[in-house]
């Protein structure tokens, strides 16, 4: 039996997803569920998402690139094919190395915060790659 499911699209590409200023050289493009949020994450070379925590469970895998995490008190460098699982309200940080990184991500409940974002016009996704 099919579902009524008017509104917008239930499919999207990346490409058609505006890109989401997260921190300095860290940006997502969100996927927004009624229980979760999914985003796909650059990270410029060199960049350092500081200590923080929130009330969000985050588990994620790194498509490419290194990030060195802390979770708690413990430190980990994760490569393409790492996973993590960040309970929440436990602190962590992540930094990458000189290629950057790309990771997909899973928040629950939603990241209602990251809502009032600041929208990035035009730029492409760095994955997947296209030729």
């Not at 927004?32 to 999914?38: F, S």
């Not at 895998?61 to 309200?89: D, H, K, M, Q, Y």
């Amino acid at each position: 039996m099919m579902t009524d499911m008017s509104g917008p699209s239930p499919f999207a590409d990346l490409d058609g997803l505006s890109a989401q200023r997260i921190w300095e050289g860290v940006v997502g493009r969100v996927v927004e569920g009624d229980r979760v949020t999914l985003v796909v994450i650059e990270l410029d070379p060199e960049s350092l998402v500081p200590e923080h925590s929130h009330e969000n469970e985050q588990v994620g895998v790194l498509i490419n690139g290194l990030l060195e995490f802390r979770i708690g008190e413990e430190s980990r460098r994760v490569g393409p094919g790492g996973t993590w699982c960040i309970p929440a309200n436990v602190p962590h940080e992540v930094r990458t190395g000189p290629e950057g990184a790309v990771a997909v991500e899973v928040f629950a409940p939603p990241r209602a915060d990251w809502a009032a974002l600041e929208q990035l016009e035009g730029r492409s996704p760095r994955w997947p790659a296209t030729d």
